[in-house]
Nanobody
């Protein structure tokens, strides 16, 4: 089992920045990848960014050049730096961890609202 605790969401004006954090605990030695998904009202949960143990990163096209995912293995934490935020980035952001390449664990979600 892996437990994930997210923090860092909130309300920000368009053009602003936020950094999300996700701390993992439990069977962390089995984690193969970590990342972030988001779900806006009335929409399906969708990939934002993902990073593997091998260093491969993937981003949704809509956030490329604005968001950066990073991982601190010593702290078992993954971060999502979000710059130049837009109203369409408003969503609940969920952290995930992939264990043994097959099992996915999710965090509880953190709300990000971009509004003037």
């Amino acid at each position: 089992q892996v437990q994930l605790v997210e923090s860092g969401g909130g309300l920000v004006q368009p053009g602003g920045s936020l950094r999300l954090s996700c701390a993992a605990s439990g069977s962390i030695f089995s984690i193969n990848a970590m990342g972030w998904y988001r779900q806006a009202p009335g929409k399906q949960r969708a990939l934002v960014a993902r990073t593997t143990n091998g260093g491969t990163t993937n981003y949704a096209d809509s956030v490329k050049g604005r968001f950066t995912i990073s991982r601190d293995n010593a702290k078992n934490t993954v971060y999502l730096q979000m710059n130049n935020l837009k109203p369409e980035d408003t969503a609940v952001y969920y952290c995930l961890a992939v264990v043994d390449t097959t099992t996915v664990f999710w965090g509880q979600g953190t709300q990000v609202t971009v509004s003037s």
